[in-house]
């Protein structure tokens, strides 16, 4: 399991060895390169709070917040507590999350001895930077700009790294570029009562099912740390290059926003009741197509935070990578690919503007403009040949999965025609959705969906066939059970929930790990086609995949317990959110 929790504001965000050592930090940005990257080098940079003798840790979250606690005892049963944040609250009418985080240092039972280690390297050159000393705080000149370490601990001690006996709290307030000026207990106190508050509130207007509260509760606030807010954009997740597979090559950067994750995410947030991430996807998907020319073409599948592409995919080979998995990368390749299920699932995100009648307000000429251009693209692409969901760098065919969401967007826009809406798109969209429908079937193989009309392979994207409504319960029921049957790691009740994306080589060869997502998607299928009793077994199976404080990677090794891919994995605790709906009864069947 990857022994770290995350802390973040949807503005920063920090992930936090269960020792207490922060080992990834970007700055300024989520998609910048690391202040510290510990977790991909031992040279990468590190702010870590030590007992100088052999200890035990426990981490927890404070119930229902995005604040991460870290209990340390050593041998001798000294202990002390650390707790970590990044401030985010209503404050004079909007919401205030600087670029910043907060460290308060306690003891808690006898006399513990502390070391306190602040390293951060310049980024991608992984050089140690210059630091300045002030009067309560530490200047580090970073790429022309300065980190501030504001700290009511002595600044001889921190910058010697001496052992020091922890007789009272200690504070640390990491800064980007501005200071703090006021009292440094005080505010750490103040932002640190008002984010609990503020987190506990936002858990309060979630809708959540009546099974797995607390994984659902864990994952959406997950989910609220990928997005954003300052552009609307939704990460991916919030590292790079934590490999698929340990020493192999299967490293990528996933600090940008998929549209199609964007898309799933958006589900689970509609599902939890939580609809202002869309408003602000919704403005960030307008201000591509209004920034890139190409985009009046077609989509991109990846773009970063600010609207822009990320390329090129650059290798960092002076970095020794996570347990050795070279290289190291920032930047993604995928966005030169061609997907052209990202229009459909472009639609069914903006579905419920019209759908939806809170969402009133949405309903604008604009709007609609953006939903008739999307199904054109739907349109013209059906059974064209793309990179597939799954981004094959080499041998692009038509896929299933593709014209799969083609159908769906131009299923949801047929009905909101129908509705009144688009009165001046002039498609024939019935004709359009039954073009989509024979191109899915053309690819049926013995009563199940295959990859593609000319690849008989399976593939476990295909299980969103019953989710997302295909007419044919039929194919449905034997598309869902073949993949089950035949993608499931192995016939053990702790590795028959856990599924390969698929079995056929790709770029890399073949896959050796559970893509966790799948078992999740597996989950809602299951029941999607009436068989509830082993969905609700391979849901049971599946929440073992998370790690000692909740959070899910992107790839899962149930046989070692061994969590794998990039981490915290939005994709996956969407797909923990939208199972745990799809097995839940109804509150009226519980209370």
């Given at each position: 399991?990857?022994?770290?929790?995350?802390?973040?504001?949807?503005?920063?965000?920090?992930?936090?060895?269960?020792?207490?050592?922060?080992?990834?930090?970007?700055?300024?940005?989520?998609?910048?390169?690391?202040?510290?990257?510990?977790?991909?080098?031992?040279?990468?940079?590190?702010?870590?709070?030590?007992?100088?003798?052999?200890?035990?840790?426990?981490?927890?979250?404070?119930?229902?917040?995005?604040?991460?606690?870290?209990?340390?005892?050593?041998?001798?049963?000294?202990?002390?507590?650390?707790?970590?944040?990044?401030?985010?609250?209503?404050q004079h009418g909007r919401m205030y999350r600087p670029i910043s985080f907060f460290r308060k240092i306690e003891p808690i039972h006898g006399s513990p001895t502390i070391k306190v280690i602040c390293r951060p390297v310049s980024g991608w050159e992984k050089e140690p930077v210059k630091v300045v000393r002030g009067n309560s705080h530490l200047r580090y000149?970073?790429?022309?700009?300065?980190?501030?370490?504001?700290?009511?601990?002595?600044?001889?001690?921190?910058?010697?790294?001496?052992?020091?006996?922890?007789?009272?709290?200690?504070?640390?307030?990491?800064?980007?570029?501005?200071?703090?000026?006021?009292?440094?207990?005080?505010?750490?106190?103040?932002?640190?009562?008002?984010?609990?508050?503020?987190?506990?509130?936002?858990?309060?207007?979630?809708?959540?099912?009546?099974?797995?509260?607390?994984?659902?509760?864990?994952?959406?606030?997950?989910?609220?740390?990928?997005?954003?807010?300052?552009?609307?954009?939704?990460?991916?997740?919030?590292?790079?290059?934590?490999?698929?597979?340990?020493?192999?090559?299967?490293?990528?950067?996933?600090?940008?926003?998929?549209?199609?994750?964007?898309?799933?995410?958006?589900?689970?947030?509609?599902?939890?009741?939580?609809?202002?991430?869309?408003?602000?996807?919704?403005?960030?998907?307008?201000?591509?197509?209004?920034?890139?020319?190409?985009?009046?073409?077609?989509?991109?599948?990846?773009?970063?935070?600010?609207?822009?592409?990320?390329?090129?995919?650059?290798?960092?080979?002076?970095?020794?990578?996570?347990?050795?998995?070279?290289?190291?990368?920032?930047?993604?390749?995928?966005?030169?690919?061609?997907?052209?299920?990202?229009?459909?699932?472009?639609?069914?995100?903006?579905?419920p503007i019209f759908f939806d009648q809170r969402f009133h307000h949405l309903r604008t000429k604009e709007h609609e403009g953006l939903l008739s251009h999307l199904v054109k693209l739907c349109i013209r692409n059906i059974s064209n040949p793309d990179a597939g969901l799954w981004e094959i760098r080499n041998g692009w065919q038509e896929h299933s999965f593709?014209?799969?969401?083609?159908?769906?967007?131009?299923?949801?826009?047929?009905?909101?025609?129908?509705?009144?809406?688009?009165?001046?798109?002039?498609?024939?969209?019935?004709?359009?959705?039954?073009?989509?429908?024979?191109?899915?079937?053309?690819?049926?193989?013995?009563?199940?969906?295959?990859?593609?009309?000319?690849?008989?392979?399976?593939?476990?994207?295909?299980?969103?066939?019953?989710?997302?409504?295909?007419?044919?319960?039929?194919?449905?029921?034997?598309?869902?059970?073949?993949?089950?049957?035949?993608?499931?790691?192995?016939?053990?009740?702790?590795?028959?929930?856990?599924?390969?994306?698929?079995?056929?080589?790709?770029?890399?060869?073949?896959?050796?790990?559970?893509?966790?997502?799948?078992?999740?998607?597996?989950?809602?299928?299951?029941?999607?086609?009436?068989?509830?009793?082993?969905?609700?077994?391979?849901?049971?199976?599946?929440?073992?995949?998370?790690?000692?404080?909740?959070?899910?990677?992107?790839?899962?090794?149930?046989?070692?317990?061994?969590?794998?891919?990039?981490?915290?994995?939005?994709?996956?605790?969407?797909?923990?959110?939208?199972?745990?709906?799809?097995?839940?009864?109804?509150?009226?069947?519980?209370?």
């Amino acid at each position: 399991m990857y022994k770290y929790g995350l802390v973040g504001n949807c503005q920063t965000a920090a992930l936090i060895s269960n020792m207490g050592s922060v080992d990834w930090l970007c700055m300024p940005r989520p998609d910048s390169p690391p202040v510290f990257g510990r977790i991909l080098d031992k040279d990468g940079g590190y702010f870590s709070i030590e007992s100088v003798s052999k200890s035990t840790s426990r981490q927890t979250y404070i119930p229902n917040t995005n604040v991460l606690v870290t209990d340390i005892q050593d041998k001798d049963g000294n202990a002390f507590r650390i707790t970590d944040f990044c401030p985010r609250f209503e404050q004079h009418g909007r919401m205030y999350r600087p670029i910043s985080f907060f460290r308060k240092i306690e003891p808690i039972h006898g006399s513990p001895t502390i070391k306190v280690i602040c390293r951060p390297v310049s980024g991608w050159e992984k050089e140690p930077v210059k630091v300045v000393r002030g009067n309560s705080h530490l200047r580090y000149e970073v790429r022309g700009e300065s980190l501030r370490l504001v700290t009511n601990m002595s600044l001889t001690h921190l910058c010697d790294e001496v052992p020091v006996l922890l007789k009272e709290t200690v504070y640390f307030g990491l800064t980007w570029s501005i200071g703090i000026q006021d009292d440094l207990v005080r505010v750490s106190e103040d932002f640190l009562q008002n984010t609990i508050e503020y987190w506990k509130t936002w858990v309060k207007h979630c809708t959540i099912p009546t099974f797995y509260q607390k994984e659902t509760i864990r994952s959406a606030l997950t989910l609220k740390l990928h997005c954003y807010e300052d552009t609307g954009a939704i990460l991916a997740a919030l590292t790079t290059s934590l490999p698929e597979e340990n020493g192999q090559t299967r490293n990528w950067d996933y600090r940008y926003c998929w549209l199609r994750d964007a898309y799933y995410v958006l589900s689970s947030l509609h599902n939890l009741g939580h609809f202002e991430e869309m408003e602000g996807f919704l403005t960030f998907l307008l201000n591509i197509a209004e920034r890139h020319e190409h985009s009046r073409e077609r989509l991109r599948p990846v773009y970063r935070l600010d609207q822009s592409l990320p390329l090129p995919e650059q290798e960092h080979l002076n970095w020794e990578g996570f347990r050795g998995s070279r290289p190291v990368r920032s930047n993604n390749q995928a966005a030169e690919h061609v997907q052209n299920d990202v229009y459909g699932e472009m639609i069914l995100t903006l579905a419920p503007i019209f759908f939806d009648q809170r969402f009133h307000h949405l309903r604008t000429k604009e709007h609609e403009g953006l939903l008739s251009h999307l199904v054109k693209l739907c349109i013209r692409n059906i059974s064209n040949p793309d990179a597939g969901l799954w981004e094959i760098r080499n041998g692009w065919q038509e896929h299933s999965f593709s014209n799969l969401m083609c159908w769906a967007g131009i299923e949801r826009m047929s009905r909101i025609q129908e509705m009144g809406f688009l009165k001046d798109l002039n498609i024939d969209l019935a004709r359009a959705r039954d073009v989509a429908e024979n191109a899915i079937r053309l690819a049926v193989q013995d009563g199940s969906l295959r990859n593609g009309p000319k690849d008989s392979t399976l593939d476990a994207a295909l299980l969103q066939l019953p989710i997302l409504r295909f007419p044919d319960q039929d194919v449905c029921r034997n598309t869902v059970n073949k993949i089950y049957q035949e993608l499931r790691m192995n016939d053990t009740d702790i590795g028959r929930g856990f599924l390969y994306r698929y079995l056929r080589p790709d770029d890399f060869g073949n896959p050796k790990s559970a893509f966790l997502i799948c078992s999740f998607w597996l989950v809602q299928a299951l029941a999607k086609t009436g068989q509830i009793e082993e969905a609700s077994r391979v849901m049971k199976s599946t929440v073992i995949a998370s790690n000692e404080v909740g959070l899910l990677s992107e790839h899962f090794d149930p046989l070692t317990g061994e969590q794998a891919g990039n981490f915290p994995q939005a994709y996956s605790h969407v797909g923990l959110i939208n199972a745990a709906f799809a097995v839940s009864p109804a509150w009226s069947e519980v209370l």
